[in-house]
């Protein structure tokens, strides 16, 4: 009798684990759509310079630059935290993940200036059509890292708080994956919005 509940419990879990898995890359897909249509307004829009004011004249090299070179670099911790969780190792687990929150804070902090310094010199999102596009697409990933900082402070807690379970190690794995597609979604930003935007 033991052993039938054990199973089903057993079985219940791998069932909730398989629906979560699903939910997760269901969400992906449908932000992969959602980024998609940002990028093709972007394009649409991206000479619309009511004002003669473009990209050129705003985006500054070193701050994109620094923004994905601190982004790639919380990729790579967010992988050196899910391989000391592979390796059952919880303080290592814990201190990658936490660089990899701050890595994102900075990120942020670097794009919320860039905005800033932006609107002061008279670009705002009112200014063009163009402007409008940049700034919803940007912003967009923006919030989106912002809601991976904070999902992964809550897993933080959580594996102080039980260890390395099951249901933790599902949970880093999400997240790495997560940040791992923001990563991939701020190439292509950096490539067709910054990079292009300054030649």
Not at 25 to 41: E, K, Q, R, S, Y
Request: aromatic share 14%; with cysteine; proline share 1%.
């Amino acid at each position: 009798m033991a052993y039938a509940t054990a199973h089903h419990e057993e079985h219940h879990d791998e069932h909730d684990e398989g629906i979560t898995v699903m939910g997760f890359w269901l969400f992906l897909v449908t932000d992969c759509i959602l980024f998609g249509a940002l990028f093709a307004t972007y394009a649409v829009l991206v000479n619309h310079t009511a004002s003669g004011l473009t990209g050129k004249e705003f985006f500054e090299v070193p701050g994109f630059v620094s923004e994905t070179f601190i982004l790639l670099t919380s990729s790579f911790t967010s992988g050196l935290a899910v391989l000391s969780m592979h390796k059952g190792k919880i303080k290592p687990l814990i201190g990658w993940l936490i660089v990899t929150l701050l890595l994102g804070m900075c990120f942020v902090g670097l794009e919320i200036h860039e905005f800033q310094t932006m609107v002061h010199e008279g670009a705002t999102i009112s200014t063009s059509a163009f402007f409008t596009a940049f700034y919803t697409l940007v912003s967009t990933h923006g919030l989106h890292v912002s809601v991976g900082i904070i999902w992964m402070v809550s897993i933080t807690i959580q594996l102080k708080r039980y260890g390395i379970t099951s249901v933790t190690k599902r949970k880093v794995t999400i997240i790495s994956l997560y940040w791992h597609f923001l990563d991939a979604v701020w190439i292509f930003l950096y490539t067709v919005v910054y990079l292009m935007g300054v030649m």
